[in-house]
């Protein structure tokens, strides 16, 4: 009888937060942002987390894409527990492992859409002829190889979001964290970037997408709703975005704030 063959190790999830919290001083106040935060992401979902206006989501963010550093917990980035390491650590993760979409575009106005993206590479390190050529690769990508000389000023809000996406997209990165990337678009640009996303999961990254509207959690597979630092409802894996585990429907509450972001190149660390 021959012998069973040896399961196969799971890979580690790409996010796994353990009982993260995150608090600061505001002034003369203690401020608690998330409180005991527990959940993971797979490789190749699409999550959107969802939550009115100073719900924690942002902070949420920030600590996923290591632009902030939690105050208790544990997150490991695909298995690696992100509290040990450096800030040169960390900056080198954000350049490598994650794109960055920001509502405010993010984008230098002196510089042409090329050279917008471009940036991550320089960063990097890379040699003029390659960074170039793949900048030129990820503009065509988003349908903008008839703009690559243009600068943020001569676009379009929904062409400047595009550049900010190739900007995410031309390192090459698994995982792409989206901080209310339609808040500044009108229908037409949010529906084009929206369908970026899904090209994007359906090449195989990661997507997580912080947003207060329910029509755009409504295109993630997956949506996390949080409220006061903690998460509320999680509809899980395999089923329908827009409805959580118990059945309840995705918040459609009005987020009058924005959140504040530093460039995803730029290697600096935000704070509340």
């Known amino acids: 009888m021959p012998l069973p063959r040896p399961r196969a190790k799971a890979a580690a999830p790409v996010i796994e937060l353990e009982r993260v919290g995150k608090s600061y001083r505001a002034g003369a106040l203690d401020v608690t942002a998330l409180r005991d935060v527990s959940t993971s992401i797979a490789a190749g979902e699409y999550v959107a987390i969802v939550g009115p206006s100073g719900s924690g989501k ?7 894409g290591c632009l902030d550093v939690l105050t208790t917990g544990i997150y490991r980035l695909s298995g690696e527990d992100v509290s040990t390491m450096t800030e040169a650590e960390l900056a080198e993760i954000r350049n490598r492992r ?11 106005p002196s510089l042409s859409a090329l050279r917008n993206v471009e940036l991550p590479l320089v960063y990097r390190g890379e040699r003029r002829d390659v960074r170039r050529q793949r900048a030129r690769t990820a503009l065509e990508r988003v349908g903008l190889a008839t703009r690559v000389e243009h600068r943020p000023g001569e676009l379009s809000g929904g062409q400047q979001q595009r550049v900010a996406v190739a900007r995410a997209l031309v390192g090459d990165p698994s995982l ?3 901080d209310e990337p339609t ?3 009108d229908s037409t640009a949010t529906r084009d970037v929206l369908d970026l ?4 999961h359906d090449s195989g990254r990661t997507i997580v997408l912080i947003t207060h509207e329910r029509e755009v959690a409504d295109r993630a597979r997956r949506v ?3 409220r006061d630092g903690v998460i509320e409802s999680d509809s899980g894996p395999g089923t329908s975005a827009g409805t959580s585990a118990a059945g309840t429907s995705v918040s459609g509450t009005s987020e009058s704030g924005t959140s504040e972001s530093a460039p995803a190149s730029a290697g ?3 704070r509340p």
Do not use: P, Y
């Open 224 to 226: 996390l709703h949080i």
């Open 98 to 108: 994650i794109g960055f979409v920001f509502q405010q575009f993010n984008l230098l």
């Open 183 to 185: 808040g500044n678009l």
């Open 58 to 64: 942002s902070t949420l963010m920030h600590i996923i």
């Open 268 to 270: 600096t660390v935000a």
């Open 176 to 178: 792409i964290l989206a």
């Open 197 to 200: 996303l899904d090209e994007l």
